[in-house]
């Protein structure tokens, strides 16, 4: 190697990169010493920034573009190093290339349910996923807030902390958005937006912007969902004694498609079989709704029994029937003074309307008798 070969190898000409990955944040341009060739030719391409370190200080910042290296393109570190306009020698600094494109399809998710009042349910638990993108808006403000002197930052470096900030913000937005459960997933779009403007202050700060941010699922706990299906269903299914014979129905194909099973599946179908015909028996053709049962016939009448009061003296007691045979012998007259279980005192029994009647089998006496 000639002593020009040397020195040519010896300083840099040229200062790009071109990133081969999607996920690298800032990456440093690795030279032995730090050597760089007065007047050496700088690339900086669309969706990138080159940030110049000089002996520990932040210098210039270069949006896209080529640039030769001098002093009137250089001006912070021609004023930190106080060169003239006769410059010519190389110089060391350390350079970082910051991507400032979008880095998508970012997970965020609550680690733990988020407590919250709905108007309608009462206390329940909330739990939300979604994706968001960010982009570098001030790079030196990246390089001295998070990178310092990390060669080659990731994404995956920032958005731990970044999932974090979100979560806390989404966990006070969705507590205080005064919505019903039922209706968060109509408004996924507006509470991104909330979300996304109570995070976006505090990613300022690390020189950071977030472009776009999404609530893919609010979702409550298993149990619940399950309490909502079963509520869901019984809106759905409508007649439960259309419902139980379908249900009866599909038991029935689901036996006899067991395998090896033929006799069971026979003798639960018939079972079930037997019960839908009980059913049905009892609805009435074609579903209809069952009629309402026959009234009961009303109980027997009471069967009173009589005493009799003659002469100072009570005889009996007596049925009625026999009370009738009386009357036929004339040993019960109209006068004859009667008594039985709840009635009021004696009474003639001409009196009695239950006795009354006997005495119109045989006529009256006749007058004057």
């Given at each position: 190697m000639g002593i020009f070969d040397f020195l040519s190898g010896e300083f840099i000409d040229v200062i790009h990169w071109t990133d081969n990955t999607r996920d690298t944040m800032v990456w440093r341009f690795e030279r032995e010493g730090?050597?760089?060739k007065y007047g050496a030719?700088?690339?900086v391409r669309e969706g990138q920034a080159a940030v110049f370190v000089h002996e520990g200080q932040l210098a210039d910042v270069f949006t896209p573009g080529l640039y030769m290296l001098e002093t009137n393109n250089m001006p912070v570190m021609t004023t930190l190093q106080h060169w003239d306009h006769g410059f010519r020698s190389p110089f060391k600094s350390e350079v970082y290339f910051v991507a400032t494109r979008r880095f998508t399809d970012l997970k965020w998710g609550t680690k733990n349910p988020i407590m919250c009042r709905d108007p309608e349910f009462g206390p329940v638990r909330l739990r939300a996923y979604g994706t968001y993108t960010i982009r570098i808006s001030n790079p030196s403000l990246f390089m001295t807030e998070i990178v310092g002197t990390d060669g080659e930052f990731t994404a995956d470096e920032i958005t731990y902390q970044i999932r974090n900030i979100i979560v806390t913000k989404a966990s006070a937005a969705l507590a205080g958005s005064n919505l019903p459960v039922l209706d968060m997933a109509a408004n996924t779009g507006d509470l991104g937006k909330l979300i996304a403007a109570q995070v976006s202050p505090q990613?300022?700060?690390?020189?950071?912007?977030m472009p776009e941010?999404?609530?893919e699922n609010i979702s409550l706990p298993a149990a619940v969902e399950d309490a909502l299906d079963k509520r869901t269903s019984m809106g759905i299914v409508g007649d439960l004694g259309r419902y139980t014979q379908f249900s009866a129905a599909e038991a029935m194909s689901k036996a006899a498609?067991?395998?090896?099973?033929?006799?069971?599946?026979?003798?639960?179908g018939a079972g079930l079989g037997m019960a839908m015909g009980s059913q049905m028996a009892?609805?009435?053709p074609w579903g209809a709704a069952p009629q309402a049962p026959a009234a009961p016939?009303?109980?027997?009448?009471?069967?009173?029994?009589?005493?009799?009061?003659?002469?100072g003296e009570t005889h009996g007691p007596y049925s009625k029937a026999?009370?009738?045979r009386m009357v036929t012998e004339n040993k019960l007259g109209r006068d004859t003074h009667v008594w039985t279980a709840g009635q009021d005192g004696w009474k003639r029994a001409e009196d009695v309307a239950e006795l009354a009647q006997l005495f119109t089998v045989m006529p009256p006496p006749p007058p004057g008798s």
């Open positions: 730090h050597a760089i030719k700088l690339t990613l300022a700060e690390y020189g950071l912007e941010f999404y609530v498609e067991q395998p090896g099973g033929g006799g069971m599946g026979a003798g639960i009892r609805q009435g016939p009303p109980p027997p009448p009471v069967e009173h029994v009589w005493h009799i009061a003659e002469n026999r009370l009738g």
